[in-house]
């Protein structure tokens, strides 16, 4: 959740309470499923004599607006509710029909905040008499489906800090959200009721009760904030033990720009290129050297601190800051050294190492010839910005600037392997990929993003040699 500079959330209509009892969720559940199963009885009655082209084209219309109705009726729930689908339209592409993914996606943080007395209530309950040391601004300054985010002075010393309020009740309403939300799927006939989904629900479980323990990501972000406390590319906000608990989260305000503003659309290239840099080594780093990701790919989760000219003539630069350790995911070594292997194999572009790193896998290893061949080809794909360009003659010439940097933005690196993953599913019968895979090919595709908006062109050996 961005801890950032840009006007606070005072435009957005505010609420008094969230649904976070049982009863009041599984009322408006139970509301959503009434009028899907009217809306289902509807549509097969009024289809019945039409042909099966017709009926076909408008079972599909019909299962759009289906799943956007889902989608519209979950964001009014907000909570882990909200969560849930964002996390199943991020990593659930491969469980998930296209329809509900796309509607999953529109659910989003920019929702009501809660109001400040509600606000105040639960950090009085948290901080009893030391909230009488804050100095708190009642007008949120980002909002998240899990919390709000207030900026606050410690009075006795000036600190600028902000406060991460976890929403009353969430916490406790985790697992009922899980099984509401399965229950709507399955009523709304959209989701094959498969043990893929129910792995992947199991899985959401795991990362939303971590999530939601700020005490563990208090740790995280204290692990971070030491790793790069001496590089001076990013900024790790610090945390305040004082003022947190397992609900409540206060570390210093670090005040940048986002990723889509203009002020960093207007540097010069060569900073934009060193940002962009920056952004792709710390998930080097993350995989490769600390075995341990932040699994969401969210822009919200990074500003940018903009050195004015001066500064910069100077050298001062500018930095990345990273926000939000919530959603961080350990890596174990058999697949830390796959991933080794594939990254050395793509450097080189080699398809015969690629295939043998591929090896030592479960899922890999149940492949045929032919499958495994066709996923080699989507891995010499993805790993096109991390390979040599002198033993990578696949990659495109328009990819390429005069110093032999990858222009992330004319790739189209994301459409071609979209195409080149389709093939290889289509090729066999597609199992399930491990979810670790998952996690970090999202991540990839959130880099691919912001790196595409700033316009970044990156040096693939600065990236991959430390690790060769």
């Avoid at 959330?9 to 008094?16: A, F, G, H």
């Avoid at 009523?187 to 700020?214: A, K, M």
């Avoid at 500003?303 to 939000?324: A, H």
């Avoid at 998952?438 to 790196?451: C, E, H, N, P």
Wanted: aromatic share 8%; charged share 25%.
């Amino acid at each position: 959740m961005a801890n950032e500079s840009s006007k606070p959330s005072n435009n957005k209509q505010s609420i008094d309470n969230l649904k976070t009892s049982g009863f009041e969720r599984r009322l408006s559940i139970a509301k959503t499923s009434l009028n899907i199963g009217r809306r289902w009885a509807g549509n097969s009655v009024s289809g019945m004599f039409l042909d099966k082209k017709t009926r076909t084209a408008r079972n599909q219309v019909f299962m759009e607006a289906q799943a956007n109705y889902v989608a519209e009726e979950l964001g009014k729930l907000k909570g882990s509710v909200v969560k849930i689908g964002q996390m199943l339209s991020l990593y659930g592409e491969h469980v998930l029909p296209p329809e509900i993914t796309r509607a999953l996606q529109t659910l989003n943080n920019d929702t009501a905040t809660l109001t400040w007395p509600r606000i105040e209530q639960t950090l009085q309950r948290i901080l009893g008499d030391k909230l009488n040391e804050l100095e708190i601004d009642p007008v949120p300054i980002g909002t998240a489906s899990l919390a709000q985010v207030h900026r606050a002075t410690v009075i006795a010393t000036g600190e600028q800090v902000v406060l991460k309020v976890q929403y009353p009740g969430v916490a406790d309403a985790i697992d009922s959200d899980l099984a509401l939300f399965k229950r709507l799927l399955k009523v709304s006939n959209i989701v094959p009721q498969t043990r893929s989904l129910d792995t992947w629900f199991e899985e959401i479980r795991d990362l939303l009760h971590n999530e939601v323990d700020y005490k563990v990501e208090a740790a995280t972000t204290e692990r971070f904030y030491d790793r790069l406390l001496d590089d001076p590319r990013y900024i790790v906000p610090k945390i305040n033990r004082t003022y947190s608990s397992k609900r409540l989260l206060c570390m210093s305000y670090e005040p940048g720009v986002s990723v889509v503003s203009e002020a960093l659309s207007s540097l010069p290239h060569e900073r934009r290129n060193a940002i962009g840099q920056a952004a792709i080594e710390i998930m080097m780093q993350e995989i490769f050297v600390w075995g341990e990701m932040q699994t969401d790919p969210n822009f919200g989760n990074y500003l940018v601190r903009i050195s004015d000219d001066d500064d910069y003539s100077n050298g001062e630069i500018d930095k990345l800051i990273l926000l939000d350790f919530g959603a961080i995911r350990q890596f174990d070594n058999t697949l830390l050294t796959i991933a080794h292997g594939l990254l050395r194999a793509g450097y080189y572009h080699d398809r015969k190492a690629m295939t043998i790193a591929m090896t030592g896998y479960d899922f890999f290893d149940s492949m045929n010839d032919k499958v495994c061949n066709d996923v080699a080809s989507l891995f010499l794909l993805a790993t096109e910005p991390f390979s040599n360009p002198e033993t990578n003659p696949a990659i495109p010439i328009n990819c390429l600037d005069d110093q032999q940097r990858y222009i992330w933005a004319g790739s189209k690196l994301h459409s071609r392997l979209s195409a080149t993953a389709s093939r290889a599913m289509q090729s066999f019968e597609f199992n399930l990929p491990p979810k670790e895979f998952m996690f970090i090919s999202r991540k990839f595709i959130g880099a691919y993003t912001f790196l595409t908006v700033i316009d970044a062109h990156t040096d693939s050996n600065t990236l991959v040699k430390p690790f060769l």
